[in-house]
Each structure stands twice: as C-alpha cells, then as structure tokens.
C-alpha cells in the first residue's frame, strides 16, 4: 500500500504506457484470466479456438465464446474498457479518490454512467480490503463422518471438519477443494485458504486492485 503511494507517479507513468489501447486492456485480461489454461464455463472442455471478437476463445467441443472481461468487473461496462481501467487505475490510487463529476468532465462520460462505475468498483474494492476474495469465492465448513442425529459440534471425535472453497462463475459453482482440518481457527483457514485461493484468482476477477494493479506493474 505503502509503495503503491510513494511511487505513484513512477506507477501512474507505466500504467499509461501499458495500457493505451482497448487491445491492450483485453490482452492483458486475457493473459490473466487464461494463465492456467483454458477451461470452458459451459463443459469444462480445455480445447478452444480463437473466437470472433479480439482476445475471445471458443470452446471447440460446445461452441460457447468467452470474452476476457465476462467474469470480472469490466463486464458490460457500457464505454471503452481502456476508459473503464484508467478509471479503475484513477479511483485505487489516488489517496482522496475521485468524484463522479471529476471523473466525468477528464473522461468524457455522463457524470450517472461514472457513479454507477464508481459503486460497483468501490463494492469490490471495500469487499477486497477485508476479505480478499468475497465475491468470486465461496468458503464454508462441515462436519462429515459420525451419525446424523449428533448434533454439530468440534467436540465430536469421530467426526471430522471440512473446509471448501467454492469458485463462483456466471455459469454457477466452477472448481471446488475441500480439505479436513483440525480447527476452525483462522490460521488454519488461513493456511487452506493461502493454498487454494491463489493471488492470480484474485487478479482475474480483477476485484482486489492493489495486488491486481501490483501485477501489471511488475
Ligand atoms: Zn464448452
């Protein structure tokens, strides 16, 4: 946080050069978003085509075309994503944020369309701040094991608790882990967490900016 403030300037002169087109903006989301591969949201099939519109992929065996920006919060922005992620860039580094109408009159947009933006990025910023993942994951715990009329407890030594992460898409749950642990503690979800939930998960759904922005800077 600390380095993000005092080079800002450095941070904001490398952000205009890397992102100076809308290309610029889907390729770098796509990169992101694919690091690990493709995997299609309607049949989990690995194998695709290059779709129609720039940085898309098509799933060969359904057909289903995924854009790099469905998933995250650039989907359906209703102006040019190189706007929408120079907006983002202005509202997660400046120390005093920026007004709708500021942010209206430098970009050109409706001062409506720039606080309707404004929101949804200030929910997913807020929600990453205090819990980094909120938003595209789900975690629960269970008990699994023992007879089903014994109540939930963490005295119940033959039964065991689980923790799962659910990673949530637009097309519902998409991979789940699930591991046992000893304790609902936070260093143990913690741990589960840490190795389950990646920092690149949290860059694809572009909701914690910080880390997100950290990345394209690197
Ligand atoms: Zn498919």
């Known amino acids: 946080m600390e380095r993000r403030i005092t080079f800002a300037g450095v941070n904001s002169i490398m952000f205009h050069q890397r992102f100076k087109t809308d290309d610029d903006c ?3 989301l796509s990169s992101v978003k694919w690091e690990n591969g493709f995997s299609c949201k309607r049949c ?7 779709g129609k519109k720039p940085f898309t992929r ?12 469905s998933g995250t919060m650039f989907d359906k922005v209703k102006f040019s994503i190189l706007k929408a992620f120079h907006i983002a860039f202005k509202i997660s580094t400046k120390k ?8 209206s009159n430098e970009f050109g947009l409706r001062q409506k369309t ?34 089903e009329e014994q109540k ?19 097309g519902g749950v998409g991979r789940v882990y699930a591991e046992v642990i000893e304790h609902s503690s936070a260093k143990e979800l913690g741990a589960f967490l840490r190795k389950y939930v990646s920092i ?8 914690n900016f910080s880390i997100c922005w950290l990345c394209v800077l690197k």
């Open 26 to 28: 889907l390729e770098y």
């Open 114 to 147: 720039c606080w309707e933006f404004k929101w949804k990025l200030q929910q997913a910023m807020a929600s990453s701040l205090q819990y980094p993942l909120t938003g595209t994951v789900h975690v629960d715990e269970c008990y699994i094991g023992g007879p």
């Open 44 to 50: 989990n099939s690995d194998k695709y085509c290059i």
């Open 200 to 207: 690149l998960t949290a860059a694809k759904q572009m909701l």
């Open 152 to 170: 939930r407890g963490r005295s119940k030594v033959d039964k065991k608790l689980v923790v799962l992460v659910l990673e949530i898409t637009d």
């Open 58 to 69: 098509r799933c060969t065996k359904c057909r289903y075309e995924e854009s790099p920006t």
């Open 96 to 103: 005093k944020g920026m007004s709708s109408l500021e942010l």
